[in-house]
């Protein structure tokens, strides 16, 4: 493994649990503990973490948002495969909600192939996408929901946008998220997002919520709904066992991609 790779994976992991060993590190990654130091030596010298006795533990604030340039390179395999399987669920007709964020985008690039769909998003970079690769006179039309751009994120917040969603009903909407906990349910890092994905869920009968597994158990700043408002989760091998099956007893049916 790549030491780019490890790193993300402890920060991972430090964003769900709070904190990581030495001997942790060592452990998953078949590293000695010279280089499990030296991990958390780079990524203290970075902002990314704070080094204590014996590991480290988180140094960010639970409304710091990674950038997205940062996070539309992490992980592409598990989100194209967590994609890939939420295109699976999208029929020829029907009309779908595509949040925005990595992992949903993942979601728009995988509906090759679908015929006459009805696509909403406040994604510049997911609208890009479909206007791109899809024909806008025969497979898709193609809905924006209008709103403030947020430069960092190419996305649209504000009332406009929540209003757009609240203008419509979809078939289905296909959620990305910062968090997803038991007790706090589903959250984000912006509150603008937040209150746009409230939108977004309140728009849709049926529900998903793509993350990998490392959202799951995490907490960030501003409350998008309760786990309760889904019927669906697609995530990855990553997810803790047990965070999956408490979901699955609310009734929640959960999709688990990779080997």
Known sequence: MLPEERHRKILDIIARDGNIMVAEICEMFEVSEMTARRDLRILDRQGLLRRVHGGAVSSLGRSYEPPYNLRVTHAVDVKQAIGKKAAEMVIDGDSIALDVGTTTLEVARALHGKRNLTIITAS??????????????????????????????????????EEAYRGFHVDKAFIGIGG???AEGLTEYNLEDALVKRALLHSAREKFVVAGGAKLGRVTFATVGPLSEVQYLITDRTAPEDILEDISKLGIEVFVVGN
């Open 124 to 161: 510049l970079t997911i609208a890009n996408e479909v206007a791109s690769n899809f024909s806008l006179d025969s497979d898709v039309r193609l809905i924006l929901t209008g709103g403030i751009v947020r430069p960092s994120e190419f996305s649209m917040i504000g009332h406009i946008a």
């Open 180 to 182: 997803v906990s038991l």
